[in-house]
């Protein structure tokens, strides 16, 4: 029987062996260090006493099985003394293999939503409705990189040797503790950033293909122009800018055909316009935690056009339901 064991024993150990003969130079780090995670959590006295009375009771083993133990222990020491040797020898570059072994997370907010995130740093994120965010776990190191797609409004917690990068539409967004709200739909011919709080530097390459920073400070709008690369800055009230955020909805002067593309990322319906000379009337309104229902009632009310709203329906073909159509029509 026991010899039976011994042989159950050097399979395994010679699987093992032959295991980590095949692990790269990264998984073997990665090896090493979970043997220290699981060393460190080990009852010390009560294995001993278990190897102990183990050995005690099969002691007509004698060297074969010292032999077994001794090659098992030699197996988990060496890759405790590589781990060490090689955080000896790499400590500089320790803080750069952290920050390259990570997983992506993405955090998306429908059309027709929005969405409150907390990062791993406590930095608060509203993202707007067909608005997301990316980022890298471990998330702190030597920089915090997040990547936008659509609007953000961001409070993002003070941390000196760790600046927050905010990465959106080929340009960046660098700050170390502030709140400020970012505009960045694919769609839209322009990048907003309307900062509330603090102060941020805006990088971006312009027309002539150098890199410019542009900083900012508390109530200023910065609008890069996509296909001209030209940045404005200027002081604004920015309520309108950033009340979405707390489901407040602003237009301010604001033209038909942007008062369409705000209820079809809100609501998640179609807009048309249908009547081309209407595309140049212009609205001022607020709505609080209002339904569209009485959204549309109301900017019927106030200009001369007509709302038509009708339901969305299955398809037949793809069983999903289509968006519901808001028609916008000359009264």
Request: hydrophobic residues 40%; proline residues 3%.
């Amino acid at each position: 029987m026991l010899k039976k064991e011994n042989t159950n024993i050097e399979s395994r150990v010679s699987g093992f062996l032959k295991l980590r003969k095949d692990l790269s130079e990264e998984a073997r780090v990665t090896e090493a260090g979970k043997i220290v995670d699981e060393i460190a959590s080990v009852d010390v006295d009560s294995a001993y006493d278990k190897v102990k009375e183990r050995i005690e009771k099969h002691h007509s083993a004698g060297p074969r099985l010292m032999t077994i133990v001794t090659r098992v222990a030699a197996i988990l020491v060496i890759p405790l003394l590589l781990f060490n040797l090689w955080q000896f020898m790499h400590k500089g570059d320790r803080v750069q293999l952290a920050e390259n072994n990570f997983t992506s997370q993405e955090i998306s907010s429908p059309i027709g939503m929005k969405t409150h995130v907390v990062l791993p740093d406590g930095s608060d994120i509203w993202l707007n409705a067909g608005s997301k965010i990316s980022y890298h776990i471990p998330f702190v190191g030597k920089t915090r990189n997040v990547v936008l797609t659509g609007e953000a409004y961001l409070h993002v917690s003070k941390n000196q040797n760790s600046p927050f990068i905010l990465n959106t539409a080929n340009t960046k967004i660098k700050v170390l503790g502030t709140q400020f709200n970012v505009k960045s739909y694919p769609e839209d011919n322009s990048v907003e950033v309307a900062l509330t709080e603090g102060s941020v530097k805006f990088i971006f390459v312009n027309k002539n293909g150098k890199k410019v920073y542009t900083k900012l400070s508390p109530n200023d709008l910065l609008v890069l122009d996509k296909r001209s690369k030209d940045v404005s800055v200027k002081k604004e009230k920015l309520f309108k800018y950033i009340a979405w955020h707390k489901n407040i909805l602003v237009f301010d002067e604001t033209p038909i055909t942007e008062v369409a593309k705000t209820l079809e990322r809100w609501y998640g319906v179609k807009v048309i316009i249908k009547d081309g000379e209407i595309k140049n009337y212009k609205f001022t309104t607020v709505f609080e935690n209002e339904p569209l229902s009485r959204v549309l009632e109301l900017l019927e009310l106030t200009s001369p056009i007509s709302i038509k709203y009708t339901n969305g329906k299955i398809n037949k073909k793809t069983h999903k339901l289509n968006k519901s159509i808001v028609t916008i029509s000359k009264k």
